[in-house]
């Protein structure tokens, strides 16, 4: 194993790519190594010495190929260093509070439990109405979310920080 760390996400138009490689930056800075993937990119775990994980968010539930990659992954990631980080309402204020104390999906908390990560996180996410789809810009139309970037990057810095201040009490 190396002491490389991961980061996996998955996104369905590039805003929760855009935090994974935030919080690439920020670990780099500290002086760790880092490789940032795509879940479906990711490959034998084994290389790395934590995980940080993140997906999009869509109604409560977690983007499908993530939530594939923490079932497919419990057993390994039980045995490694892991953050979870998701990334989802649009609007100002406490993301947990938007949400209604919504942090992270209920169908997946079992396994996270198993897991035990260091941390679960909820970031505030970005809606960019000329990258959707029409069935998500009608959705967004009909249930009248804000559009807009509404991503906390120093809150998200923060967290990356706190990462790396404990990695480095580990490696």
Same mark, same amino acid.
Not at 1 to 15: E, H, P, Q, R, V
Not at 38 to 44: A, E, I, L, M, S
Not at 71 to 79: A, F, G, S, Y
Not at 115 to 125: A, S, T
């Given at each position: 194993?190396d +002491?490389? %760390?991961?980061?996996?996400?998955a996104?369905k138009y590039g805003?929760?790519?855009? %935090? *994974? @490689?935030?919080i690439?930056q920020?670990?780099? /800075?500290?002086?760790?190594?880092?490789?940032?993937l795509p879940?479906?990119?990711?490959?034998?775990l084994s290389r790395?010495k934590?995980v940080v994980?993140g997906?999009?968010?869509?109604?409560?539930? !977690?983007?499908k /190929?993530?939530?594939?990659f923490?079932?497919?992954n419990e057993?390994t990631?039980t +045995?490694m260093?892991?953050?979870?980080?998701s990334s989802?309402?649009? $609007?100002?204020? $406490?993301?947990e &509070?938007?949400?209604?104390?919504?942090?992270?999906?209920k169908d997946?908390?079992? #396994?996270? $439990?198993r %897991?035990?990560?260091r941390d %679960?996180?909820?970031f505030?996410g970005a809606? &960019?109405? $000329?990258?959707?789809n029409?069935?998500h810009?009608?959705?967004? *139309?009909?249930?009248?979310?804000?559009?807009?970037?509404?991503?906390?990057?120093d809150a998200i810095?923060a !967290?990356?920080?706190?990462?790396?201040?404990?990695?480095? +009490? @580990? #490696?």
């Amino acid at each position: 194993m190396d +002491n490389k %760390i991961l980061i996996a996400y998955a996104t369905k138009y590039g805003a929760t790519a855009e %935090i *994974a @490689e935030k919080i690439s930056q920020v670990l780099r /800075q500290e002086g760790l190594a880092v490789e940032v993937l795509p879940v479906k990119r990711v490959g034998d775990l084994s290389r790395y010495k934590a995980v940080v994980l993140g997906s999009a968010v869509y109604v409560g539930r !977690w983007h499908k /190929q993530a939530a594939t990659f923490l079932k497919d992954n419990e057993r390994t990631l039980t +045995n490694m260093l892991v953050w979870l980080f998701s990334s989802g309402p649009t $609007d100002e204020g $406490d993301p947990e &509070e938007l949400l209604k104390g919504w942090r992270f999906p209920k169908d997946l908390q079992p #396994i996270a $439990d198993r %897991i035990e990560p260091r941390d %679960i996180v909820l970031f505030h996410g970005a809606v &960019e109405v $000329d990258k959707l789809n029409r069935l998500h810009k009608w959705m967004i *139309a009909k249930v009248k979310a804000p559009v807009g970037d509404f991503r906390d990057w120093d809150a998200i810095a923060a !967290w990356a920080k706190s990462i790396a201040d404990s990695l480095k +009490n @580990e #490696i």
